[in-house]
């Protein structure tokens, strides 16, 4: 059995206690929900898709609670297929079987046989849980799956680095077959933040001032490629991110989703909550977007 330890320090807490009232805050934010989420055990469970970022709590887990909300509301997956970005630039996508990930809130179950039936209908997943560890992408989304859900659910985590549309519509397509193949019950979730504006990412394309001309830049970018997400156009974010060099970190995994959710039957994308790390902590030198979207049959 292969344990999976948390790696992302300082994204949130390493402590069980501190673990729940930090995500307990995510969702009381002003710019979260404003009430805990509660399981309807009698969810319409329409949700199939879904979009969450992976900053750091107190930066977009406000924009993230959005997401794990509606999940709740929707009612209770058996298994949440994560799609992380390798920010490390592990080359393809890479799960594991027999594992179990141990987060500060407990121990939480890789699904094996979901995980063996997607590579089995895949050209381009690897059997590789080494592409997990020090990410942080995947890791980040499971306090809020343990705050809503407690034990009563499993994962398939994969992690994607460098890849091209082609290999995202394979990895989408075997997803969506392995889970009809086992009558799974299942949500796809692709982790991404959006544009990473600033000199420390070397990327200023509309300068560093006025501000205000920054943000609306920073806004219509984000805009545009979340159109692309809620119209379900997979090929359509990878040529726009691509072409314009934006510096959305997860379209590739965000895309993969919206190829899976369209097999199983996806037939429109709700943006949640749009904001900037700006937005919610009012820092000027570095300007992160963040966006909550689920996909719906």
């Not at 929900?33 to 009698?42: H, Q």
């Not at 390798?86 to 699904?111: E, I, L, Y």
């Not at 995947?138 to 398939?156: A, H, R, S, T």
Request: net charge negative.
């Amino acid at each position: 059995m292969y344990v999976r330890r948390p790696s992302a320090w300082g994204f949130h807490p390493f402590n069980r206690d501190q673990e729940r009232r930090e995500i307990e805050r995510c969702f009381l934010s002003k710019h979260g929900v404003g009430e805990k989420p509660i399981v309807s055990e009698d969810g319409a469970r329409r949700i199939i898709g879904g979009v969450a970022p992976h900053a750091g709590l107190i930066y977009s887990g406000p924009i993230a609670a959005h997401t794990y909300y509606h999940l709740a509301k929707d009612g209770r997956p058996e298994t949440f297929v994560i799609i992380g970005v390798s920010h490390g630039g592990n080359p393809g996508f890479a799960t594991m079987f027999d594992a179990v990930w141990r987060m500060p809130m407990g121990d939480v179950n890789v699904d094996s046989e979901l995980a063996r039936a997607i590579v089995k209908h895949s050209e381009f997943v690897d059997i590789n849980p080494r592409a997990h560890e020090g990410e942080h992408s995947i890791e980040i989304q499971l306090p809020f799956l343990q705050y809503v859900y407690d034990k009563e659910f499993k994962i398939v985590p994969i992690t994607v680095g460098y890849g091209d549309y082609d290999m995202c519509e394979d990895v989408g397509d075997a997803i969506a077959e392995a889970a009809k193949d086992l009558g799974r019950d299942i949500v796809v979730l692709g982790s991404t933040d959006f544009t990473h504006y600033g000199a420390m990412y070397g990327y200023t394309p509309a300068g560093t001032r006025p501000f205000e001309k920054v943000l609306k830049w920073i806004y219509e970018t984000d805009r545009s490629l979340i159109e692309k997400i809620v119209s379900l156009d997979a090929e359509g974010l990878v040529r726009r991110v691509r072409e314009n060099n934006y510096t959305m970190c997860g379209y590739l995994p965000v895309a993969t989703m919206i190829v899976a959710a369209k097999k199983m039957g996806a037939s429109e994308g709700k943006l949640l909550k749009y904001a900037t790390s700006y937005d919610v902590q009012g820092s000027t030198d570095v300007i992160v977007g963040y966006a909550s979207i689920v996909i719906e049959k």
